[in-house]
Nanobody
Framework: QVQLVESGGGLVQAGDSLRLSCAAS????????MGWFRQAPGKEREFVAA????????YYADSMEGRFNISKDMMKNTVYLQVNSLKPEDTAVYYC?????????????????WGQGTQVTVSS
């Protein structure tokens, strides 16, 4: 089992930046990929970014590239999502996810482990 704990969300103003963290514990050696998804009220969960745990290759949703940056600290088993120039439409619960495989990074149903989510609210 892999446990994921997100942190770093909050209430911010448009134009601000946030760094979300996802700390992994447990059988972290089994992780192939880690990703960030978000879900806004009344909308489906959408892919934001993903990271191949060993290779370091990153993937971004087309609409996210530029303002979002995913990175990791292997020593801390932690993945980060830096979000810059936040917009009100970025308001959502942001979830961290992990899976043992390295394909189909954007498919939420491929991920086996999920964190509890962290709320990001952007005011205009």
């Amino acid at each position: 089992q892999v446990q994921l704990v997100e942190s770093g969300g909050g209430l911010v103003q448009a134009g601000d930046s946030l760094r979300l963290s996802c700390a992994a514990s447990g059988r972290t050696f089994s992780i192939g990929s880690m990703g960030w998804f978000r879900q806004a009220p009344g909308k489906e969960r959408e892919f934001v970014a993903a990271f191949l745990w060993s290779a370091g290759t990153t993937y971004y949703a087309d609409s996210m590239e530029g303002r979002f940056n995913i990175s990791k600290d292997m020593m801390k088993n932690t993945v980060y999502l830096q979000v810059n120039s936040l917009k009100p439409e970025d308001t959502a619960v942001y979830y961290c996810a992990a899976k043992s495989t390295i394909g189909r990074q954007t498919a939420s149903n491929e991920y086996q482990y999920w964190g509890q989510g962290t709320q990001v609210t952007v005011s205009s």
